[in-house]
């Protein structure tokens, strides 16, 4: 039985991973700061699963992925879901620096300490969920867009690493995985298209899981816009 922990398991897009790796008998710990879901979760008695409560911003999570890993008896994937995204037109300093906490300080401490760990062990796959955001700046949300640039140029360093590790004999693997539009919590109220639900979102990222790919659009068709945007001048991105 293979063993997972997701970061942000309880809702969104980790929500749809979570819901596919236990119907692929996984064995699954996931953590996330929705006090009532996790209690409920805890109440539920499901076999080989667990919830537990984390807020990355204001608790060390490393602590806490230890103690799920002891309890899973080892960890093959670990998958960070969690992200806050704000609109912040007036450029609110305490706002970005609390996504900037979440998006690039925590993620960066789960994804050092996961690297690390499977280094140690000889194996391992971690897998971040980024977004398409991270390939251009945005006036109404800087701090997302921004983080989830350091998060793609971050985990392009971990891929590098890994595929350095594999030459050396370790089966050690990265994934990038670059939403586009998912209807979760975040995008609620918003105008978007091509939305996939996060039932879809939670499928292809498992797929993008078992073929170890270096990088994934979900859906699919977001890839087409990524060589867009990275193909437009400047002057096309500022009005965007």
């Given at each position: 039985m293979k063993k997972a922990i997701i970061i942000g398991g309880t809702s969104g897009i980790g929500q749809g991973i979570t819901d596919v790796l236990v119907n692929n008998k996984f064995k699954v710990g996931i953590t996330g700061i929705e006090k009532t879901i996790i209690e409920g979760l805890q109440n539920s008695e499901k076999e080989n699963f667990k919830a537990e409560y984390l807020d990355c911003i204001n608790s060390n999570a490393s602590v806490t992925i230890t103690e799920l890993v002891d309890w899973l008896g080892g960890l093959d994937l670990l998958i960070f879901s969690a992200g806050i995204g704000n609109l912040n037109k007036d450029l609110g300093y305490k706002v970005e620096n609390n996504a900037n906490k979440l998006n690039v300080l925590a993620f960066t401490e789960v994804a050092d300490?996961?690297?690390?760990?499977?280094?140690?062990?000889?194996?391992?796959?971690?897998?971040?969920?980024?977004?398409?955001?991270?390939?251009?700046?945005?006036?109404?949300?800087?701090?997302?867009?921004?983080?989830?640039?350091?998060?793609?140029?971050?985990?392009?360093?971990?891929?590098?690493?890994?595929?350095?590790?594999?030459?050396?004999?370790?089966?050690?693997?990265?994934?990038?995985?670059?939403?586009?539009?998912?209807?979760?919590?975040?995008?609620?109220?918003?105008?978007?298209?091509?939305?996939?639900?996060?039932?879809?979102?939670?499928?292809?990222?498992?797929n993008l899981i078992n073929k170890k790919k270096k990088i994934g659009y979900v859906s699919k068709r977001w890839r087409i816009v990524a060589i867009i945007i990275k193909m437009l001048p400047r002057w096309i991105k500022s009005r965007m």
């Open positions: 300490w996961s690297y690390r760990f499977f280094k140690k062990q000889g194996y391992g796959h971690f897998v971040s969920i980024s977004s398409i955001s991270g390939l251009f700046g945005s006036r109404v949300a800087p701090a997302y867009h921004a983080a989830k640039s350091y998060q793609i140029n971050y985990l392009e360093a971990l891929s590098q690493k890994a595929t350095k590790d594999r030459k050396s004999g370790l089966p050690i693997y990265t994934t990038d995985v670059r939403p586009g539009f998912v209807i979760t919590p975040l995008t609620e109220g918003k105008k978007i298209f091509w939305a996939a639900t996060k039932e879809e979102a939670g499928i292809q990222i498992y």
